[in-house]
C-alpha cells in the first residue's frame, strides 16, 4: 500500500530555508514507491520558491505558503469544519494538512518588508539581474526572458494588433506538471451536467511586470488557463474590443487569489474562445499562469 511520509520538522525560518527544503525534500512529503510525490518546478529560485505536490494522500504545508489546486477534484484543508480548496482556485494556508492532493502547486515568497520599490529603474526592461534587490531581481534568475525577445521578431498572435515588443513583460520557464481529465463545457459552465471526460497536460509558469504595465490586449490561446497572483496588485480585464477604452469588466488580484473561473468558452469546433482581455500591474507583480492543453487523441 502506498503510503506518505511525514515527520515533526519545524517550519522553514527563511525562504532560504524553504528552498532548500524543495531542493532535498527533506521538509516535505513523499509519495513511497513513486516518482511523482513532490518536487521542485524548473521556476523556483530565490524570490519564489515553486514546488510540485502529484497524489498524495496528505500534504503538509509547514510555514505560509500560497496553495494552488491544479487537478480536477476539491482537496480538503484538514481542519475542522473540513471545507474545500475546490478545482482551478487558491488559497493562503500555514502549518496544516491538504488531503487528497491529487495536484497542487505550493508557492512560497519572502514577505519580509524591502527598502526598495522591487522592480527596474526608470527606463530599464526589468532586468535587474540575480544579484538586485526588491522583486523585479527575479528576472535575472535562470531561464526568465522577455516576451518580446521570445516572440523575436514575429508578431505573435494576439487576434489583432502585434504583441508591443517594448512591454517589460517577462516569462520564467514553463514546467509541465502533469495531467487531468475533465469536461471542459461542463467545467467552463455551458452545460448543466458532465459529459465524457477529456485529457489535458497541466503547463506553469510565473510571469513577472513592473508596476503600472500593460500586458497587451489579445484574444488567441490555444488552452484553457486561469491566474494566480503571488506578489504585488494586479488585475486581470476584459474589453470589448483590442482598445482600453472598451474595458467591461475589472478583476483585482492579491497574493494567494486566483481567477475563479477561466475566461473563456468552447467553439462549436472545441477550440477554446476567448474575450479581449489582458494582466494589468498596479504594482511590480508576479503571478502564476495555469495551462490546460488538450492532449490529442
Partial sequence: MTTTRQGPHPAPDTLDDARHDVLDGSRHDVLDGSPDGVRALSFTGDRVVATVVRDTPEFR??????????GAHDVWVAEPPRRPIPPLSSTILADTTVEGAGLLVVLRTDDRPRDD??????????????????????TGEPGWRLL?????????????????????????PVDSIGRVAFDPARLLRQTPSAGPPQ????RVNLWFAPAGTDCFIHDRHDFIEVHTQVTGLGRMQKFRSQDHATLYQDVLMSPGYTTPDPFCAVGSDGTCVYPWHQYHADTDCTWLAIEYHRVPR
Wanted: glycine share 24%; charged share 25%.
Fill in 199 to 202: 485529457p489535458f497536460e497541466v
Fill in 148 to 172: 518580446g525577445d521570445l516572440i523575436g521578431e514575429g508578431t505573435g498572435d494576439t487576434g489583432g494588433l502585434p504583441f508591443d515588443r517594448s512591454i517589460p513583460l517577462w516569462r520564467s
Fill in 117 to 138: 520599490s522591487g522592480g527596474p529603474e526608470d527606463g530599464d526592461r526589468g532586468d535587474s539581474g540575480s544579484g538586485s534587490a526588491g522583486a523585479g531581481a527575479i
Fill in 61 to 70: 504545508v509547514e510555514g505560509r505558503a500560497i496553495v494552488v489546486n491544479c
